[in-house]
């Protein structure tokens, strides 16, 4: 799962310093952008499935309900204090715009 992370977080990096090249203009970059694009994808879909369907089922089992509520409420904190209220719907809606006009 680390592994994963770390390959997704190379591929993010390369596209977001592909878009910048491709927002100067040079749209040579485009297809090494959709080859990056197409990794993470690739990657992300059965990752996110491990986590959904073994990880987090697996922390559910081992964390006392206590420990949950703990967790719960630092996360609550890092929205408040670090992203900021109402940021994390911001990017539900976002997506699901998204979605809603791709689909």
Do not use: C
Not at 3 to 32: C, P, Y
Not at 67 to 92: C, Q, T
């Amino acid at each position: 799962m680390i592994f994963e992370h770390e390959e997704g977080r190379k591929a993010v990096k390369a596209m977001a310093e592909l878009t910048s090249k491709i927002n100067e203009g040079d749209w040579t970059q485009a297809h090494i952008f959709s080859r990056n694009a197409k990794v993470y994808i690739q990657l992300l879909t059965p990752h996110i499935y491990k986590e959904d369907n073994i990880l987090y089922p697996m922390g559910s089992r081992l964390l006392s309900e206590e420990e949950k509520e703990g967790i719960l409420e630092r996360f609550e904190k890092v929205e408040r204090e670090e992203m900021g209220e109402g940021v994390h719907e911001k990017y539900i809606h976002l997506i699901e715009s998204l979605e809603d006009k791709i689909l």
